[in-house]
């Protein structure tokens, strides 16, 4: 019912943007509301597909669709010219729903029980391509620290540009190959190893196909819609609140954008059902490494506003590899308790914090997006 009053969100943010032309930050605060539940009954709407469409194409049905409201956000936020802020909310969904999401789920799964346990081998598959996922993403940025040393050929800032985005459309290809590749890995050829015990139900009948459907172009238009507006008004409500721009695309937009999967993995964790909460909250987080990162600088090329896989903070980098070390600590034996749920809860505030105080240029060069600076490069004051 709390989703569904969020609906109202949607035409008083239509009204406020079209017909009363308020101030940028109600448009912002009241389109971020209003993806919210949008998100949500994609979701819902994708499930019923996947149920129409057995259980291989529905596993690929929600695999690729769980993070849609996030991919759409991004695009427009692309098309403002915000490429910092993309990366940001990459990083935002990475720590959120590794650490904030599974987080939840664990804690609000423990009510009532000493430990919740789970698939190890699944536990242990997830781990493995977090780590790689760790690689791939901190690859291009020591490429460009290494191109900048003494000693490398590429001194000029455009040459060093083309071979930032040379790399990080190679990365980005390899990425998406190897995200097909463990769909046709858990979903056909190893399915039965990583199937979910009492895997995820249906509440109530199913929709007929066309209902289901339709709710899924109609959302995924409204999201569009809403995500033009939020966008739209991102530079004018970060000036207004006195945040950066980063803060909000690491923070708020990373959170509205994977909202749904917090309530699904917050779900099945307390009916019992953690391995699945495991695997929604680091599927999840997975999924952007490997399909929805690199997705966003193929569709930059394309939109003219090329975008690199370089993170402008050595934060950032932090938080990647803290997001591995800690979610392979938590999951390895197969079993969780709330204290676990907390430390992942503490380690995304740590972060948050961090990422609150962090003064960033206004608007660092998404065409080199250094990360760390060689020896020889004076630092800002």
Known sequence: MFMNLLLLFVPVSLVLEYVVHAPPLWVF????LAVVPLADWLRKATEHVAHHAGPTIGGLLNVTFGNLAELIIAIFVLIEGQQ?????????????????????????????RHK??????????????????????LLPAFFDYTERLPGFTPSDAAERARLND????GVAVVLIAVYLLNLVYTLVTHRDVFALDGGEEM????????????????????????SEMLSGALEATSSTLGL?????GIIVLAVVGNFA?????????????IGLAVSIAVGATVQVALLTAPLLVLISHLLGKPMNLIFTSPLELVAIVAVALIVTAVTKDGETTWFEGVMLIAVYIL???????????????????AVLAPPAVTQRA
Do not use: C
Request: charged letters at 10%; zero cysteines.
């Open 351 to 369: 972060l948050a914090i961090a990422f609150y105080f962090v003064t960033p240029h206004e608007a660092p060069d998404h065409r080199t997006g």
């Open 166 to 169: 040379a790399l990080s459309l």
């Open 244 to 248: 950066s721009p980063f803060f909000l």
């Open 203 to 226: 509440h109530g009948r199913p929709w007929p196909l066309a209902r289901a459907l339709a709710v899924l172009v109609g959302g995924t238009a409204l999201i569009a819609l809403e």
């Open 29 to 32: 605060i009241t389109s971020t």
């Open 84 to 112: 910092a802020v993309v990366k940001a909310q990459i990083t935002g969904s990475l720590i959120g729903n590794a650490l904030l999401g599974l987080g939840l789920a664990i804690v609000v799964g423990s009510f009532g």
């Open 116 to 137: 919740q346990t789970f698939s190890r081998e699944n536990a242990g598959q997830l781990s493995g391509m977090l780590f790689l996922l760790v690689v791939a993403l």
């Open 261 to 273: 999967e917090y309530l699904g993995a917050t779900y099945f964790a307390r009916k019992g059902q």
